[in-house]
């Protein structure tokens, strides 16, 4: 697997996760008292949260409210830099 | 407030340039039954619903946001390397003489975005049941759409995006049903 891909995965990984969150957000909005939901839930953004911190400690920040790290500084990760998600 | 993410909710893949085929899903975009107007109508409608139904109103709202920008993704990777002539021939002459390769809000045939396509009625069941019809819509273009495509990446985005139509439906279902339990239970009291 080369650079490009390895980044394609882990970022194909992040979204699966971030996409859990978001079901199970919406599936809790109107299942509020589904125990088993709501622990499937914080599960979920626990999950999505560490997968979020792979990609970004290696890749730099998804958004402005993650600290970049030394390694995503250190290769001169910028926010304002391509490619955006549609240039992908 | 909003924070960006600067990745898409579900990865577009684009085989090849098909500007016909992005002039179809403009109708997703900008049309009536489109994107722009279910995150427009529900982001708007959250203010006068019930706290409990709220919630679902706002995060299927920001849901739809991005929604919106895996359609833009989408007509833009089939259009950006069209020449005017593949333009003209896909029926985007019109579009391409006032926006370029630019996207629009507008629908299929060209018709520009407008607010008369979403309400606001102050009234929970009334503004429910119209979102309930509208994802119903959405699924259903989005099936026309499917049957219209010719391009194995964009299907399955589009088929990913139908499946969505159908949860928020379902959602919106759910909360009209705890609406009606709590209007019940106020009655017996």
Not at chain 1, 51 to 73: D, F, K, T
Not at chain 2, 106 to 115: D, K, L, Q, R, W
Not at chain 2, 132 to 145: G, S, V
Request: proline share 5%; aromatic share 12%.
């Amino acid at each position: 697997m080369n650079e490009f891909e390895e980044e394609r995965l882990m970022m194909q990984r992040v979204q699966e996760a971030d996409f859990v969150v978001v079901e199970l957000t919406l599936y809790t909005n109107t299942h509020p008292n589904d125990e088993e939901a709501l622990d499937q839930w914080r599960e979920a953004i626990k999950e999505a949260a560490r997968l979020r911190r792979q990609y970004e400690n290696r890749y730099g920040p998804l958004s402005l409210y993650s600290i970049p790290s030394e390694q995503a500084i250190e290769v001169g990760w910028r926010w304002n830099q391509p490619p955006w998600p549609w240039q992908r | 407030m909003w924070v960006y993410e600067k990745k898409l909710l579900y990865p577009v893949e684009v085989t090849t340039c098909n500007p016909k085929l992005a002039r179809y899903i403009m109708e997703q975009y900008g049309g009536a039954d489109g994107e722009l107007a279910a995150a427009l109508r529900y982001m708007n409608q959250r203010y006068t619903v019930p706290d409990k139904v709220i919630g679902v109103l706002n995060d299927i709202a920001t849901e739809e946001f991005s929604h919106l920008e895996m359609l833009a993704t989408m007509i833009y990777k089939l259009t950006k390397d069209a020449t005017p002539q593949q333009m003209e021939e896909a029926g985007l002459a019109g579009h391409f003489a006032n926006h370029g390769h630019a996207l629009f809000y507008e629908n299929a045939n060209g018709v520009p975005f407008t607010t008369t396509y979403i309400q606001a009625k102050g009234d929970p069941i009334a503004d429910l049941y119209e979102d309930i019809a509208a994802e119903e819509k959405a699924r259903a273009t989005y099936q026309w759409l499917i049957d219209l495509s010719d391009d194995p990446g964009l299907t399955d985005a589009l088929r990913f995006l139908r499946e969505r139509e159908n949860v928020h439906s379902l959602r919106f279902r759910e909360s009209v049903e705890i609406l009606k339990d709590e209007r019940d239970r106020k009655k017996i009291f």
